[in-house]
């Protein structure tokens, strides 16, 4: 009798088994699995690859959620299991999941690929973290401070305040959802995505965060205080060394304190300009007319003034002295070198926390030079200009005369309108939020400035200081 040819079922598993009455010594047998599908529906092939899939990484079972995109922030890891790390800054690639902050040293489309399952990537547990704000771990600024319960600490930073404030209001977001009671299961999960076969996976804990003090400590005073908590057991600090120590810290002043005692003075880099103004009651930083007349002095024929960049060590140093309001000579022969003096003025209007040109004006001087008519252009801008506060107003127009004043040695220094413009135009103004075409917006503000500098004496008056 012929035999008929068995018939494969949905869902099952061909095996080959021997028999010993067969011609060939094989026949085809079926196993079905322990659940079928539904008749029509696409099968998904399986990853032989990986026996349990979820033991590495959950992005296949859909539970790692990408909630804010990657993007390039520079990273630094100080601290590991509360032991100090040599600081180190890296161009990152950071993407913000559900339960942890993924970092990429590749380019952004291998980073995109390592997402899925098996795919290689740093990350931090955000699982009862801390994410704060910090002046002190770093000279940079914009840069906030990531601190996980095992002694973890990182630093990301990012040149645009708005680009930073957004990634620390997503990861205090996903920090305190993870803290809710809602959040519990997705710490569990946390501590068992990155293990894999040489890893032993972790105990899913998660402790609540604990609430501030009412008067915040120091970052110094806080990180001493970790490895104090971290460190031995009780049991073992037989004379209550640690518990001294602890108490000792507990009672130093705070920063605020010292400040508000005049034991540590505000600064001037990175303060704000009506702040800043106003502690020195005047309407223009004196920072500010000491480079501009030093550079007038002797500096107005250096070529690609304003273009080329000066020793940074240098310029750091010269930061420094006028953070601590020590009594400055420009003369000296330690900025010797003019292009020091102009990239500290640049970098003091880059490190406004509110740029020269405030930013509830931006999109305003956008729609300003929009205009194509010049006379009504001009017009517009100078309506503007008369409508910031007045230590912006005077502070810009001691800088635009003075760019002027660089411009009439152009035929020695070099240095042309456009060229200027592409210098300050990103350095005096940005949007408060990146939406948009960045490329569209840096035109825009080269064009602004450009089209201030040839409306220069209309908009404020004939020179002087």
Known sequence: MQKQPAMVLPGAVQMRIKSSQSSTGERLSQTKSMVLPDPG????????????????????????????????????????????LRKNWTATWVVLCSNQLLFFKESKQEAVANLKPGGKS?????????????????SRKNVIQITTPNGHEFLLQADHFPTI??????????????????????????????????????????????????????????????????????????????????????????????QEKGLIKDRVFGCHMLTLCERERTTVPKFVKLCVEEVEKR????????????????????????????????????????????????????ELPEPLFPF?????????????????????????????????HNTMKVLFQHLRRVLMKSQKNLMSTQGISIVFGPTLMWPEFESGNMEVNMVYQNQIVESILIECVEIFGPGGM
């Open 41 to 84: 529906t696409l099968q998904t092939p399986i990853n032989r690859h990986r026996r349990n899939q979820s033991q590495h990484n959950v992005g296949g079972s859909g539970e790692l959620q990408t909630l804010l995109k990657g993007e390039y922030l520079n990273k630094a890891k100080i601290a590991e299991g509360g032991k100090k």
């Open 122 to 138: 740093d990350g931090v547990d955000l699982c009862g973290a801390v994410i704060e704000w910090t002046t002190e771990k770093s």
């Open 165 to 258: 404030s957004k990634w620390h209001d997503a990861i205090k977001k996903t920090v305190d959802s993870l803290s809710s009671g809602a959040g519990g299961q997705s710490c569990g999960r946390a501590a068992l995505h990155r293990s894999n076969s040489t890893e032993c996976l972790s105990r899913p804990t998660c402790e609540p965060t604990k609430p501030k003090p009412k008067e915040t400590k120091s970052e110094h005073r806080r990180s001493i205080m970790f490895k104090l908590n971290y460190s031995a057991s009780d049991s073992a600090d037989k004379n209550g060394v640690k518990n001294r120590l602890k108490k000792f810290i507990s009672r130093r002043p705070s920063m605020k304190t010292l």
């Open 299 to 350: 500096g107005l024929e250096a070529d690609g003034l304003y273009r080329v960049s000066g020793n940074l060590a240098v310029i750091q140093k010269l930061r420094f002295l006028v953070d601590q309001e020590e009594e400055l000579n420009l003369g000296d022969s330690q900025w010797e070198d003019i292009h020091v003096i102009t990239g500290a003025l640049k970098m003091f209007f880059r």
């Open 360 to 392: 509830r004006f931006f999109d305003l001087f956008v729609e300003a030079v929009k205009i194509r008519e010049p006379t009504q252009k001009g017009q517009a801008l100078k309506k503007l200009i008369h409508q910031v506060p007045k230590p912006n």
